[in-house]
């Protein structure tokens, strides 16, 4: 029920079907999950009482959780898979979320028909036996769900290599283990792991935190998104819910606001893979991209003025940086004083720049072909047409553009000053 709320928190359309009893407290919980609009799609059992929890609270910290159940594991799930074939044609993702409390019978039967629909199916997992979700795209397990089917890991890196072991002998796509923290680890079958830190400011309550996980990552798939790019926004969504108390979701304002703080707290050094994917983000937010680069060995007044001019002709601004090889072959060997992580650390901390990338070639034309910025500017006296990347640019739509450079202000000049001082 509460994967169910988030996703809806999220604006996905959740169908839920599980067991019940038939009872009033059946009632009542269909009569919530409508009223947040979950598509219920839930199987009475007489005779078998609907699950109720009793959470114990003061001064806003959970004392003591009661449970009242009986396990469902001696019903027929016939109604069950009738249920989940009935919803699967209309689903893009499918979320198992186990509980070991016997709804879930026959979870290979559940992957299998997923699978042969070509939906990903996205688990939840209980116990230590993984083998019941053979084939399943992803299971998300905490580190100590983790750690009883694989054994106790010394460091992070037996974690991904025992993680990568079981994700290709249970022919999953990836393990993501949730790791309290220190985040999430996203463990390929075959192909490099993804660690995520922890973005949570305060640990408030993790009540729930598991199930935000699974639902933002499978509303994030059923959207589009990679599983990379689920997997930040998931980890990104936990930090959040577990600054709330009880079960929670995370709306897409939360999430937006998570994204916006993440930009805009030094994490501006991207790769070209990640400077493409927030380009074509900010276009659908139909946001002006302005483009530049340069060595920018000894940030100056010069530059920062430059900056601030082009970061006021647009929405974005990329500062493409020369690599320290591609610095040596244009300025000597002699060049850079500064390295590259270092030039792209200043450059990343300057208000106007949104983010920094980094080119190994003596021009950074093919990058800028691949971005295809609405506006390239550069600094001098070139013209437009000679600049690389000018063809680029303008066969997209976009502009080149020149923009002055402030008068004496020069890194070859500081340095030629410093050595004569």
Same mark, same amino acid.
């Given at each position: ?36 609009? &979950? ?159 922890? #973005? ?78 927030? &380009?074509?983000?900010?276009?659908? #937010? ?13 940030? #100056? ?121």
């Amino acid at each position: 029920g509460n994967v169910a709320l988030n996703v809806a928190a999220l604006g996905g359309r959740a169908v839920l079907v599980g067991m019940t009893g038939d009872d009033e407290a059946a009632d009542r919980l269909e009569s919530l999950l409508t009223a947040m609009d &979950v598509d219920c799609r839930l199987v009475r059992q007489a005779g078998v009482p609907t699950i109720a929890k009793l959470r114990i609270i003061s001064r806003h910290q959970q004392l003591i959780r009661v449970d009242f159940e009986d396990s469902f594991a001696s019903c027929d799930d016939a109604a069950v898979l009738a249920a989940f074939d009935g919803a699967l044609d209309a689903a893009d993702v499918i979320v198992l979320s186990d509980y070991g409390k016997g709804t879930l019978q026959s979870t290979a039967k559940l992957i299998a028909a997923a699978r042969a629909a070509q939906r990903p199916v996205m688990v939840d997992p209980k116990g230590s036996d993984f083998t019941r979700y053979r084939g399943a795209t992803v299971i998300t397990p905490n580190l100590a769900e983790f750690e009883a089917v694989v054994g106790t890991c010394a460091d992070e890196a037996e974690i991904v290599s025992r993680g990568q072991r079981l994700a290709r002998e249970l022919d999953l796509s990836a393990l993501l283990v949730t790791r309290g923290e220190h985040g999430m680890s996203l463990l390929p079958g075959d192909g490099d792991p993804l660690h995520l830190p922890t #973005h949570a400011r305060e640990v408030f309550d993790v009540t729930g935190a598991g199930d935000t996980v699974i639902s933002v990552l499978a509303a994030a798939v059923a959207s589009g998104q990679s599983l990379e790019q689920a997997t930040a926004l998931a980890n990104l969504a936990a930090g959040i819910v577990v600054g709330k108390l009880g079960t929670a979701s995370a709306t897409v304002a939360e999430l937006k606001r998570a994204v916006h703080e993440l930009e805009e707290s030094g994490q501006g050094i991207l790769t070209e893979e990640q400077l493409l994917e927030r &380009v074509q983000i900010a276009r659908e #937010h139909g946001e002006r991209v302005v483009m530049t680069n340069g060595c920018f060995d000894i940030l #100056h007044a010069g530059h920062v003025a430059y900056l601030n001019q082009a970061r006021r002709l647009g929405d974005r601004l990329i500062v493409a940086v020369n690599d320290d090889d591609s610095v040596r072959r244009l300025k000597g060997s002699s060049r850079p004083v500064n390295s590259l992580a270092e030039r792209m650390e200043v450059l990343a901390a300057l208000g106007s720049v949104d983010w920094v990338v980094a080119f190994g070639e003596d021009t950074p034309e093919r990058l800028i072909c691949a971005v295809r910025p609405d506006l390239l500017v550069k600094g001098g006296d070139y013209r437009p047409q000679d600049i690389a990347g000018y063809q680029c640019v303008k066969d997209g739509g976009g502009e080149v553009v020149v923009l002055g450079y402030r008068d004496g202000c020069s890194s070859t000049r500081i340095i030629d000053t410093m050595r004569s001082s």
